[in-house]
């Protein structure tokens, strides 16, 4: 992404010409030097010179006085940069001394003139040494070798601290060592306002959107022109990473984006090459006046020990510069010397909701990241409110959303759908919790479910309450203080088989959400801790994305509390008072399920939302869900009895599905429609599965017809 460099950053209208100056007056110095040494060099045109000793030579040298610091010609102070010139704020950025100009300008000439390399290498005594050493620097600027001016090559002196001069072959003398300059400083200083190469997939720049003048905007530019500079954003939901950038733009200063996934894994075992990415990140902002935006700090995972030194170390390299984090969790004061001014951002109400969303899908693809369209945007419409309104979704991840799901439209030529919205938002899911939990794409309706008006009620309440958390227990505080989150919990309780897990799959599909279900088996762990550990992955995962938890068999975790009678029972009350705390700060919609709701601790069943029974069905259910699962697609005979099936069978919707798919499968083999034997057959098979009695009172004519005669099963009798 580029940005209208004009628009945000204080550019210097002068441009380079004095540098050809100033190298001109260096030309000189070198000149003299040049024609200086010939005078004392007896034999100056010798093609080895440089390459041996020779004893008259080394004679010569213990004769001669001790380096002076003379100056190869006497020139005089150099003009003051012109006001306004890049060089002007690179002195006043880096807190540059004039000496340290000159020691710069020497050793930037051969990166500007290509004959410096030949006059170095003479000077060095050595052809292949074209850039100056510090000890011709020093010469060339006037300075004694053993003078104070060795002192501007110091770790802590500005050139080097700031990353603009680099000291090659370390091992050598101090006056022997080589000098660079880095090629983004020279870029820089000739006009140029390319990102440093070593910044490509860490850093870009930010763009900020066309109201920068927003409150909360204004807020945060305030504090990042005060003091250290140092702001940490508390986000709640509420796009801190635009405001940060739209803040930084109001000050002019050009916003950075560091990616801080990508800047971490650039730190593998050695931090070496994070190390040079963060000087040079350092290094950028300070030449082009820019401020930097980090965030959001939970993808740097700063509670790991390397992770914390990388964020220290950014702070460090950064002190002066405007530095804006953000992130959903506090700052932790080890992380930097200074301590940052906190600003808490909470979520945009629904009104600003459906604005953003409106603008996004306004806007054209590409650009829909905070910037309005020119000709304005239209209000969503009610069906597209209403089904966005469950989503949680930062500024970027709506944008993408927005773009992903007009450009389906657009492939149709037709306008942007609910349906287009759900599976663009859908899309922004991460793989971060499909990895802890099984992720289930809904594909059923209310259509599908055979359940008591009661029932379907307490799920429409679910949906109902998921829909409008924000504005309830958001903008109207019904649930404040005490870290309570804003999430949605409901319990499902019933016996196995009566619907519970489908039905999450019909509030997931009615709020355009993914079901992930929890793999307990990779939750608990037999070691104290471990499990509490998999479940916090569980909870941070499912926080980030928009979908329905559900805790299948959930007493298996959320048991009772137990007296203390061992380690195990205070290991086990310790997990589940955990899971309350945990449960009452969640943020997302989670529903359990269970067919034993007495074993639950009475402290979850409080902290439940909606708590939803499951019974088994009674007859004219059970002949609806008969009918139900054989469908409409499969042949059915004469002789079919769904009332009698309803009327004696008495199972619970997963049985008679399990009844009817066995069936399908005997009509599939006799090759004909289904008839009343193979759904009989299919019962028997059934009730042997669940363990129960096969009485002939049950099954009353179809007894005998459903049993299996010697050598063939008994839906071919």
Known sequence: MTIDVEAVSSEPSVGPDHLWDRLGRLEQRVSAAVRARRAEDPDPDDPYRGQYLTPAAAERILAAAAPDGRAGAQLGEPPAPPPGSRTERLIDTFGLLPVDLELLLVAIAPDLDTRFERLYGYLNDDLTLRRPTIGLALELCGLPGAGAGRFRFSAQAPLIAGGLLEITEPERPLLSRGLRVPDRVTAHLLGDDELD????????????????????????????????????????????????????????????????????????????PAQAVVRALAREARLSGSGVVL???????????????????????????????????????????????????????????????????????????????????????????????????????????AEVAARTAAAERRPVRADDLRAAVRAQNGAGLARLARRIEPAVGWDDLVLPETTERQLRELALRARHRDQVLGRWRMRPGGGRGRGVIALFAGESGTGKTMSAEVVAAELGMELYVVDLSTVVDKYIGETEKNLERVFTEASQVNGVLLFDEADAIFGKRSQVKDAHDRHANVESAYLLQRMESFDGIAVLTTNLRANLDEAFTRRLDVIAEFPVPDEERRRALWDRCLGPQLPRGDDLDLDFCALHFELAGGSIRACAVTAAYLAAEAGGPLGMAQLVSAVLLEYRKLGRLVLESEFGPWYSAGQPAPGRPAADR
């Open 197 to 272: 190469g070593a910044l490509r997939g860490v850093v870009r720049v930010g763009r900020p959107g066309a109201d920068r003048a927003t409150e909360p905007a204004r807020r945060i530019r305030a504090a990042a022109s005060s003091g250290s500079g140092l702001v940490h954003l508390l986000d709640q939901g509420g796009s801190a990473g635009r405001l940060a950038v739209d803040a930084l733009a109001g000050l002019v200063r050009r916003p950075l984006l560091v990616d801080l996934a990508a800047l971490a894994d650039r730190a593998p075992l050695a931090d070496r």
């Open 295 to 401: 965030g959001p700090l939970d993808g740097l995972e700063p509670e790991r020990p390397e992770r914390a030194r990388l964020l220290r170390e950014l702070c460090a390299e950064l002190a002066g510069v405007p530095l804006i984090t953000h992130g959903s969790h506090g700052w932790d004061p080890t992380w930097a010397r200074e301590s940052p001014v906190v600003i808490v951002l909470p979520p945009p109400d629904p009104r600003r909701r459906a604005e953003q969303w409106a603008r996004a899908l306004s806007g054209p693809p590409g650009a829909a990241d905070g910037c309005a369209p020119p000709d304005g945007y239209a209000a969503l419409s009610g069906e597209l409110a209403e089904a966005l309104a469950p989503y949680r979704l930062d500024e970027e991840q709506l944008a993408r959303a």
